[in-house]
Nanobody
Framework: QVQLVESGGGLVQAGGSLTLSCVAS????????MGWFRQVPGKEREFVAT??????YYRDSVKGRFAISRNNDKNTLYLQMNSLKPEDTALYYC???????????????????WGQGTQVTVSS
């Protein structure tokens, strides 16, 4: 059974940093794009970052502040978040592409597996 378990969320002041982790179990995802999404109540889940065969992709509002990375030996995905802003407050989800060897940005409609989410709250 596939499981994605996020951790690392919490409450931080504006300008601070957090590192999210996502540990995948049940199978190996080295050949799949992985990514982070976020959602606030009343809004749709939105793309944050993807790491795939062709590189990394970020939504414009986090470019230069967030960095996505992965350790395939540990089946773990990371999101380093710096210079956090109150508008980054959301429930952050780890995601794995449903397609093997996909190149490019991961869209929510193409996600095969989701984590349960970890809350990030940035105070002003």
């Amino acid at each position: 059974q596939v499981q994605l378990v996020e951790s690392g969320g919490g409450l931080v002041q504006a300008g601070g940093s957090l590192t999210l982790s996502c540990v995948a179990s049940g199978r190996t995802f080295a050949d799949y794009a992985m990514g982070w999404f976020r959602q606030v109540p009343g809004k749709e889940r939105e793309f944050v970052a993807t790491i795939s065969w062709t590189g990394t992709y970020y939504r414009d509002s986090v470019k230069g502040r967030f960095a996505i990375s992965r350790n395939n030996d540990k089946n773990t995905l990371y999101l380093q978040m710096n210079s956090l802003k109150p508008e980054d407050t959301a429930l952050y989800y780890c995601a794995v592409d449903s397609r093997k060897y996909y190149s490019g940005r991961l869209d929510a409609s193409d996600v095969g597996f989701w984590g349960q989410g970890t809350q990030v709250t940035v105070s002003s």
